[in-house]
């Protein structure tokens, strides 16, 4: 079985910057390779939406209330991804999870979450 991990979360001051780190571990010799790589929040009351998406090709995609302030990255040699969240705000506020799709082999990918990492944006 493959484990998401995620750290980094926090609390941190509005206009402040946190780095996310989510690593795959456990039997990641069984894959084939990690194809999209992830971070999705969700807020308080809210749905969990899509912050920011990265392709195995290093092809990124935003949400729009997170462009220009949030960068995906991941280390394709070992298996990790990171969210660098900048000029953060009240509404940043959520647990983050990361996510990603993992190629077995078998003709379509498999989903695999993280447990999620609390990040507060708060004076």
């Known amino acids: 079985q493959v484990q998401l991990v995620e750290s980094g979360g926090g609390l941190v001051q509005p206009g402040g910057s946190l780095r996310l780190s989510c690593a795959a571990s456990?039997?990641?010799?069984?894959?084939?390779?990690?194809?999209?790589m992830g971070w999705y929040r969700q807020a308080p009351g809210k749905e969990r939406e899509l912050v920011a998406a990265i392709t195995s090709g290093g092809s990124t995609n935003y949400a729009a209330s997170v462009k220009g302030r949030f960068t995906i990255s991941r280390d394709n040699a070992r298996n990790m991804v990171y969210l660098h969240m900048n000029s953060l705000k009240p509404e940043d506020t959520a647990v983050y999870y990361c996510?990603?799709?993992?190629?077995?082999?078998?003709?379509?990918?498999?989903?695999?979450w993280g447990k999620g990492t609390l990040v507060t944006v708060s004076s």
């Open positions: 456990g039997s990641i010799f069984s894959i084939i390779s990690i194809n999209d």
């Open positions: 996510n990603a799709d993992l190629d077995y082999g078998l003709g379509y990918g498999v989903d695999y």
